[in-house]
T-cell receptor, first 115, second 116 residues
Framework: EAGVVQSPRYKIIEKKQPVAFWCNPISGHNTLYWYLQNLGQGPELLIRYENEEAVDDSQLPKDRFSAERLKGVDSTLKIQPAELGDSAVYLC?????????????FGPGTRLLVL | AQSVTQLGSHVSVSEGALVLLRCNYSSSVPPYLFWYVQYPNQGLQLLLKYTSAATLVKGINGFEAEFKKSETSFHLTKPSAHMSDAAEYFCAVSPIEENTGNQFYFGTGTSLTVIP
């Protein structure tokens, strides 16, 4: 069974440019997460979806970040405009359900460098 | 608020030696606890998890962890380190409270170096 797929794996852009990341979760997984991982830190949740509904976006900087999961499967995270401080790894994860003991399965991440 | 403390951002052990990575949580109600490993340029992979069953949990690659409520700890161990264990290790907690969904809080990670 395929794991969580993310693309692109690496992205280099200039500041003020837009950028988008794509995630395809494990088949059948209803819950999808986007995390931000800064260098030397643990992942921090940006947004959590249950099917197509964003149920927790309290940590998403909404002035420049947006996300969507239109059909409850794939998801896209966008930054517009990007700032130097956005350089980080963006991880997507999915889980079968929404209970606290569910394992979250992570994709390889997208490494963003903003110049 | 939940917090997770991983003591020691860098740990070095000799090949064949005991691996001990520390994780402490802070919450009045013991959460569910997870250990993940991250190899360079890869995502996080689950090693093991504690979900209120046995306090000693066995995971993949010979790792195990013991939940100790009195110490609010969930330390990760492996009897004999292998070169392939060199990676970043993250402890995560998931609160049991209702209506929070599957909210993970990660520690800052411990980088394990294995010396030949």
């Amino acid at each position: 069974e395929a794991g969580v797929v993310q693309s692109p794996r690496y992205k280099i852009i200039e500041k003020k440019q837009p950028v988008a990341f794509w995630c395809n979760p494990i088949s059948g997984h209803n819950t999808l997460y986007w995390y931000l991982q800064n260098l030397g830190q643990g992942p921090e949740l940006l947004i959590r979806y249950e099917n197509e509904e964003a149920v927790d976006d309290s940590q998403l900087p909404k002035d420049r970040f947006s996300a969507e999961r239109l059909k409850g499967v794939d998801s896209t995270l966008k930054i517009q405009p990007a700032e130097l401080g956005d350089s980080a790894v963006y991880l997507c994860a999915s889980s079968l359900g929404r209970t606290s003991q569910e394992t979250q399965y992570f994709g390889p991440g997208t490494r963003l460098l903003v110049l | 608020a939940q917090s997770v403390t991983q003591l020691g951002s860098h740990v070095s052990v000799s090949e064949g030696a005991l691996v001990l990575l520390r994780c402490n949580y802070s919450s009045s109600v013991p959460p569910y606890l997870f250990w993940y490993v991250q190899y360079p340029n890869q995502g996080l992979q689950l090693l093991l998890k504690y979900t209120s069953a046995a306090t000693l949990v066995k995971g993949i690659n010979g790792f195990e962890a013991e939940f100790k409520k009195s110490e609010t700890s969930f330390h990760l161990t492996k009897p004999s380190a292998h070169m392939s264990d060199a990676a970043e290790y993250f402890c995560a907690v998931s609160p049991i409270e209702e209506n929070t969904g599957n909210q993970f809080y990660f520690g800052t990670g411990t980088s394990l170096t294995v010396i030949p």
